[in-house]
């Protein structure tokens, strides 16, 4: 990888770093929710280091163990349930599924060839190019965007239709 290259991925994960919930209660978000967005900025920060630094640097290492973690953690409670969440939105309340994250429609949805490979982001299997910037710094402005961090609340729209996702999956 070239030196633009490397300072193009530098700038997203600056991007990413400079973002804040200082405004957010993160204490009153739906566990779940809360779970699978963290673990999507874990995927942008950790394939945008992996274009940015060494594979063997400590950010990398230190990424790839959160990850590695995070795979038992995804088994827990609810959580094994997000994926299914994630499809049933689509073809229930397509309206809901559009205005999601765009990476957790592509990662999630059954359809979409995209998925976490080795931890990376990887939108096109049979593609070897890196995925460009302006994509990452897309991805991650919708993260933060403020209608998408209010339906995260216990009590807001996305939790609520999680809530309502749960109780159908019981019967």
Not at 119 to 144: G, K, N, W
Request: proline residues 5%; contains cysteine; hydrophobic residues 45%.
């Amino acid at each position: 990888m070239d030196m633009q290259a490397d300072s193009e991925y530098l700038h997203v994960l600056t991007h990413l770093y400079e973002k804040s919930l200082i405004l957010h209660d993160i204490s009153l978000f739906n566990r779940t929710l809360y779970f699978y967005f963290i673990d999507a900025l874990a995927h942008i920060d950790y394939t945008c280091s992996l274009y940015t630094f060494n594979y063997q640097s400590p950010k990398n290492i230190m990424g790839a163990e959160y990850l590695r973690w995070r795979i038992d953690e995804e088994k827990k409670g609810d959580h094994l349930k997000f994926p299914a969440f994630i499809n049933w939105l689509k073809s229930v309340h397509p309206e809901k599924f559009a205005a999601l994250p765009s990476l957790w429609q592509m990662i999630y949805d059954t359809e979409d060839p995209a998925s976490y490979r080795s931890f990376r982001i990887v939108l096109d299997p049979d593609s070897r190019q890196e995925i460009p910037a302006h994509v990452f710094l897309a991805i991650i402005d919708e993260f933060f965007e403020p209608e998408f961090l209010k339906s995260l609340y216990e009590d807001a729209s996305l939790s609520m239709l999680f809530a309502a996702f749960l109780r159908q999956e019981q019967m």
